[in-house]
């Protein structure tokens, strides 16, 4: 039987769902619906590339180009995404995704191929190693699940009940683009426009939750996540400069989302990537979960050598101490800008 590698078209997205539902390896990323968000929150170009064998789907890989003057020109699996890569039935697949990628990566010109596995590859590539992924099983069971935190961060969930701290369900994106614009402000990272939030909603509908923490009847901090399966993966999340003064706040936060996901069947909570030796990698580990490296590997076509985009490098110093200095309303205007090319 012959293998081909075709580019996802409309009358293939069911197909696609279905292999990335059953497949082994395969995560919320890969899913075809971030073709659709890519494209329309972003206006980036989109390359989502499958295996095909005897008319059936037995391998994928969503790739999409980001060009910027400032950051570079990369092929990625994938933009906004925490993980990626190829997810194959066999080694053959496998190989021909990957083939097809560099000779896609090569004809764009573009500095380098990404992809964002969270398993080793066997290309022999460059291997990014600055991620780690956060992941644990969860129970049905409330009390086990409180237990299963450390005494220290479990009391300060409590102190966040204490302080009267709610938890609610929006179905909109306004009120958590308000925090998490100011929250990413405040770390000098640019923000990507509302209208990107609303793309993500649109697309995963159920799949797609905003859960807002109030106090006293107003917001201090929110999460977006998304549901995959029996996973639950909170993915942009953030407080204001009050939830400062509450204790707690992020604390009850996760717990709420960790609780009612396995109130409503989660049996994984997936706390997503942070850098080594950062505040969110500590907060991560102290919650009880263990770092798990995520393997991000990389074909050099122009680039001479492995791209380093985050805000770790020193190069980028600069902008950081700037960014988080600007009005909040200047922040939020100019964001959008440099945010769409910081997949």
């Known amino acids: ?48 590339l499958y295996a095909e064998q005897d008319g059936a789907i037995v391998g994928v890989l969503p790739l999409a180009q980001v060009k910027s003057w400032l950051f570079g020109h990369s092929l990625s699996s994938l933009p906004f995404c925490v993980y990626g890569g190829i997810v194959a039935e066999s080694n053959e697949a496998s190989r021909a995704l990957r083939d097809e990628a560099c000779r896609l990566a090569e004809s764009l010109r573009v500095d380098a191929l990404e992809l964002r596995n969270t398993q080793p590859g066997d290309a022999g590539w460059p291997v990014k190693e600055l991620y780690y992924t956060f992941r644990k099983a969860i129970e049905p069971d409330d009390d086990a699940n409180l237990k299963a935190i450390p005494n220290r961060q479990r009391a300060m969930i409590r102190k966040g009940i204490k302080e009267g701290l709610q938890s609610e369900w929006d179905e909109g994106t306004a009120r958590l683009y308000a925090v998490y614009a100011e929250s990413v402000r405040n770390l000098g990272t640019p923000v990507f426009a509302e209208k990107y939030l609303r793309v993500l909603r649109e697309v995963f509908k159920d799949d797609c939750s905003v859960l807002m923490i109030t106090h006293e009847g107003r917001d201090v901090a929110g999460v977006m996540s998304f549901y995959f399966r029996d996973e639950v993966l909170p993915y942009y999340g953030g407080s204001t400069a009050v939830a400062r003064t509450i204790k707690g706040v992020n604390h009850f936060m996760y717990w709420e989302l960790m609780r009612q996901g396995a109130e409503s069947g989660s049996r994984i909570f997936d706390f997503g990537r942070s850098k080594a030796d950062t505040g969110p990698f500590s907060f991560k580990k102290n919650f009880g979960f263990d770092p798990q490296p995520l393997p991000y590997e990389y074909h050099l076509v122009k680039a001479d050598k492995v791209p380093d985009v985050n805000p770790a490098n020193p190069k980028y110093k600069l902008m950081i101490d700037t960014w988080s200095k600007l009005p909040l309303p200047v922040a939020n205007f100019l964001g959008p800008f440099l945010a769409r090319s910081l997949g």
């Open 1 to 48: 039987m012959t293998m081909d590698v075709r580019l996802l078209e409309e009358s293939r997205i069911a197909d696609w769902d279905r292999f990335v539902l059953e497949a082994e390896g395969a995560t919320f990323f890969h899913r075809a619906g971030w073709k659709a968000v890519l494209e329309k929150a972003f206006g980036h170009r989109t390359h989502f």
